[in-house]
């Protein structure tokens, strides 16, 4: 947790050299997912709907990181149903989705996720 933070903080202050190169995204949502399977209730899923061999360039590390944060919450706030990730290409740039079925956040609250160290609940 504390170096997530060290991260945040030193990417909006510094330029990072972080290493890019081709991930295999259905391979990385496995992983992410494998490390939350002991997590789930009986009724919860956990659902990779990124198809196999969908790759993406970019920084495999930070991306595993990021998905993880998002799948935690996702499992955090989700008392039965699912927790989807999804991936589809256009022309200009990768759409990853993370989607559950858990209780949302408050319409008036949903800007507030994007400023840096905030925690909703």
Request: hydrophobic share 40%; charged share 20%; with cysteine.
């Amino acid at each position: 947790l504390v170096q997530n933070m060290v991260d945040v903080t030193a990417s909006t202050t510094l330029r990072l050299h972080v290493p890019k190169a081709q991930v295999d995204l259905h391979v990385t949502v496995e992983r992410v997912f494998t490390a939350h399977r002991g997590k789930l209730g009986r009724s919860m899923q956990l659902v990779n709907s990124v198809a196999t061999g969908f790759t993406v360039w970019g920084a495999a590390e930070k991306l595993q990181q990021i998905l993880d944060g998002l799948v935690e919450n996702g499992i955090k706030f989700t008392d039965r149903g699912t927790v989807t990730i999804s991936a589809e290409a256009t022309t200009e740039y990768v759409l990853v989705k993370v989607a559950d079925t858990g209780c949302g956040i408050p319409a008036e609250r949903q800007l507030e996720i994007w400023k840096p160290y905030t925690q909703l609940n």
